[in-house]
């Protein structure tokens, strides 16, 4: 018989995440931990000010989102649109979506991906984060990035993405205005 998976606060395995993100991701459940259930993975990320998740898709993953804190601008399936907290959305199959901080607080949203996997790309990338130790981020993604990526639940995206939906880091919030003047 089954039992109930609990997870107090900042007690999931954690991870400092490279550019172009930076900030860090919780790890909530995946079916590799004790006592989780099958299926799905869930996990916390947070973006710091000018961190983004570069526009992706997922070749056979639903991906759940709850925004918690924070506000971003999002590029999903083409359009631009400003999420806010308290913001809930499901991205199906090959859904294209992306997320940019261009607020001066932290953005931290809840994920969930069914069928799990994403939880294995935010480990693979990323560096154990450590009550007490010091925040690395800035620091540039792994040269394997692609192939981890490939190898867990990301798709090739055709054409890619083009700035600043891309892998580079946002250095210039100045860059960011026609996507604000845009955003519905």
């Given at each position: 018989m089954g039992g109930i998976l609990v997870v107090p606060p900042g007690a999931g395995e954690q991870h400092w995440?490279?550019?172009p993100a930076n900030g860090w991701i919780e790890v909530l459940s995946a079916p590799r931990l004790p006592g989780a259930p099958p299926g799905f993975s869930a996990g916390l990320q947070e973006l710091p000010p000018l961190g983004k998740i570069r526009e992706h898709a997922?070749?056979?993953q639903t991906e759940i989102f709850w925004i918690i804190a924070g506000e971003c601008l999002a590029r999903l399936d083409g359009t631009v649109r400003r999420i806010r907290a308290?913001?809930?959305m499901v991205a199906p199959p090959h859904a294209r979506h992306g997320f940019i901080n261009d607020g001066g607080a932290p953005f931290r949203m809840l994920w969930m991906l069914v069928p799990a996997g994403l939880e294995e790309f935010f480990v693979a990338i990323g560096r154990?984060?450590?009550?007490?130790?010091?925040?690395p981020t800035p620091y540039p993604r792994p040269s394997e990035t692609g192939?981890?990526?490939l190898a867990t639940v990301f798709e090739t995206?055709?054409?890619?993405p083009e700035p600043p939906w891309d892998t580079a880091p946002i250095t210039d919030p100045a860059v960011l205005e026609p996507m604000r003047r845009i955003a519905v």
């Amino acid at each position: 018989m089954g039992g109930i998976l609990v997870v107090p606060p900042g007690a999931g395995e954690q991870h400092w995440q490279p550019q172009p993100a930076n900030g860090w991701i919780e790890v909530l459940s995946a079916p590799r931990l004790p006592g989780a259930p099958p299926g799905f993975s869930a996990g916390l990320q947070e973006l710091p000010p000018l961190g983004k998740i570069r526009e992706h898709a997922h070749p056979a993953q639903t991906e759940i989102f709850w925004i918690i804190a924070g506000e971003c601008l999002a590029r999903l399936d083409g359009t631009v649109r400003r999420i806010r907290a308290g913001t809930f959305m499901v991205a199906p199959p090959h859904a294209r979506h992306g997320f940019i901080n261009d607020g001066g607080a932290p953005f931290r949203m809840l994920w969930m991906l069914v069928p799990a996997g994403l939880e294995e790309f935010f480990v693979a990338i990323g560096r154990p984060k450590q009550a007490g130790a010091p925040d690395p981020t800035p620091y540039p993604r792994p040269s394997e990035t692609g192939a981890i990526e490939l190898a867990t639940v990301f798709e090739t995206l055709d054409p890619p993405p083009e700035p600043p939906w891309d892998t580079a880091p946002i250095t210039d919030p100045a860059v960011l205005e026609p996507m604000r003047r845009i955003a519905v």
